[in-house]
């Protein structure tokens, strides 16, 4: 009996703690993570730095020929060599769920990466951001690389 009220409880707390922002929050984080994205598009390091730390950290996941690849690399290395060769990229993400807690906030969404204007990869997006002096910073992103599952019409 006393586990059952136990489990009761502590259902009750976590139904009154709401699991994503009900204020305009939401909308800047998105911003954040949209701006994170023109920089890339765009090959723009001072875009992605001025809504990120310096000390983030991006992380993939991917499966090839059957092996897990796990890769981590700093936003530092990555914003040193964005403007070398000529390759364009876009990447844009859709139906976004943002979570919020205080200054903590996640933004988990699938997205389609195109290189050279050709379809690379589609996969799930997560960005870490922390409220820092009152503007949100991405802090990490982990993301998978999945090239034989993108949807039709993205």
């Known amino acids: 009996m006393k586990g059952w009220l136990a489990a009761i409880a ?5 139904l009154g703690t709401p699991a994503m922002a009900q204020d305009d929050s939401n909308a800047a984080i998105l911003h954040s993570v949209d701006e994170f994205l023109r920089g890339l598009n765009e090959k723009d390091p001072a875009v992605i730095g001025a809504v990120s730390t310096k000390d983030g950290l991006l992380a993939s996941h991917r499966m090839r020929e059957g092996k897990e690849i796990v890769r981590f690399r700093s936003f530092a290395d990555d914003l040193s060599t964005i403007n070398e060769g000529d390759d364009t990229f876009r990447e844009v993400y859709w139906d976004p ?3 919020v807690r205080g200054n903590i906030a996640v933004v988990w969404a699938e997205y389609s990466f195109d290189l050279n204007g050709k379809r690379s990869h589609c996969g799930i997006d997560v960005f870490n951001l922390i409220k820092i002096e009152g503007a949100w910073k991405v802090t990490g992103i982990q993301y998978t ?6 949807p039709k019409g993205r």
């Open 10 to 14: 502590a259902t009750a707390m976590c």
């Open 145 to 150: 690389v999945e090239p034989d599952n993108c």
């Open 97 to 99: 769920t943002v979570l």
